[in-house]
């Protein structure tokens, strides 16, 4: 693995930590119209990054099927829903502000399915993230470094919220700072790992990799329809999450486009 891929894999992360040591220097709990606007604007940056920075490559790298170019793109979009509905069903998580656990009952402590549901939602970034360098290291016309960064920052602006979204409310509940912030930097370390991971299977399996970043995208969506989303709508009516989640959209389609 080259310096620049390393480096790209890592950003993602360094948001999170950023966003986890929020509890070191903030005393209250994030509001609930601060949640809602962070949700929106991480689901923003989601959609504009599944869309420009993955299905839009997937579609051109399969040109060659003329008016069936579509379809590859269609068929990962779809397996990388399924997987994270197959994960969402199977791992015991429980997302900030609801008190009904999801997935497969356990006995685990509430501050552990918190952060399990940050982690269940960090798969797909990370997949996502070493999806798009692996693209760029096996010489895709289509993925250029700066674009495969421009999607490494645009994940890192949103994991920095979500950084603080973990370690808040662990502040909250009573947890010691250095804990709080230990737990909401574990939430991102997924991020790396499965970038990671990601890279080391697709070098094998370069003509697949429209359905790769495809299945990436709908792994993306998912997030996006199923937790965000909710979350940024939930209790008083307010168009908070709205605004911010064209902000995020629009900062994502910039960066992608600028330095792609």
Same mark, same amino acid.
């Given at each position: 693995?080259?310096?620049?891929?390393?480096?790209?894999?890592?950003?993602?992360?360094?948001?999170?930590?950023?966003?986890?040591?929020?509890?070191?220097?903030?005393?209250?709990?994030?509001?609930?119209?601060?949640?809602?606007?962070?949700?929106?604007?991480?689901?923003?940056?989601?959609?504009?990054?599944?869309?420009?920075?993955?299905?839009?490559?997937?579609?051109?790298?399969?040109?060659?099927?003329?008016?069936?170019?579509?379809?590859?793109?269609? @068929?990962?979009?779809? &397996?990388?829903?399924?997987?994270?509905? /197959? $994960?969402? %069903?199977?791992?015991?998580? #429980?997302? +900030?502000?609801?008190?009904?656990?999801?997935?497969?009952?356990?006995?685990?402590?509430?501050?552990?399915?918190?952060?399990?549901?940050?982690?269940?939602?960090?798969?797909?970034?990370?997949?996502?993230?070493?999806?798009?360098?692996?693209?760029?290291?096996?010489?895709?016309?289509?993925?250029?470094?700066?674009?495969?960064?421009?999607?490494?920052?645009?994940?890192?602006?949103?994991?920095?919220?979500?950084?603080?979204?973990?370690?808040?409310?662990?502040?909250?509940?009573?947890?010691?700072?250095?804990?709080?912030?230990?737990?909401?930097?574990?939430?991102? @370390?997924?991020?790396? &790992?499965?970038?990671?991971?990601?890279? /080391? $299977?697709? %070098?094998?399996?370069?003509? #697949?990799? +429209?359905?790769?970043?495809?299945?990436?995208?709908?792994?993306?969506?998912?997030?996006?329809?199923?937790?965000?989303?909710?979350?940024?709508?939930?209790?008083?009516?307010?168009?908070?999450?709205?605004?911010?989640?064209?902000?995020?959209?629009?900062?994502?389609?910039?960066?992608?486009?600028?330095?792609?």
């Amino acid at each position: 693995m080259n310096i620049h891929v390393f480096q790209g894999i890592m950003i993602p992360f360094a948001g999170t930590l950023l966003g986890a040591a929020c509890v070191f220097f903030m005393k209250n709990k994030l509001s609930a119209s601060v949640q809602k606007g962070l949700s929106g604007f991480a689901a923003g940056v989601m959609s504009a990054a599944s869309i420009w920075s993955l299905l839009i490559p997937a579609i051109d790298q399969s040109s060659a099927l003329g008016r069936l170019s579509f379809l590859p793109a269609f @068929i990962g979009f779809w &397996a990388g829903i399924l997987f994270l509905l /197959l $994960l969402d %069903e199977l791992i015991p998580h #429980l997302h +900030p502000g609801s008190s009904e656990p999801e997935g497969v009952k356990a006995h685990l402590k509430k501050t552990t399915m918190l952060t399990l549901a940050v982690v269940l939602h960090n798969i797909p970034e990370g997949m996502a993230v070493g999806v798009v360098f692996a693209g760029f290291v096996s010489g895709s016309r289509s993925i250029t470094l700066a674009a495969a960064l421009a999607l490494s920052i645009g994940i890192a602006i949103q994991n920095f919220p979500e950084g603080a979204i973990v370690s808040m409310p662990l502040r909250s509940a009573g947890m010691s700072k250095s804990r709080s912030f230990v737990y909401g930097a574990l939430s991102g @370390i997924v991020e790396p &790992a499965a970038a990671y991971i990601t890279i /080391l $299977l697709s %070098e094998h399996l370069v003509p #697949l990799m +429209p359905y790769l970043l495809s299945f990436a995208a709908g792994a993306m969506m998912y997030v996006v329809v199923e937790e965000l989303v909710p979350e940024m709508a939930q209790g008083k009516h307010s168009n908070i999450g709205t605004i911010l989640f064209a902000a995020g959209f629009t900062v994502m389609m910039m960066l992608d486009i600028a330095l792609g």
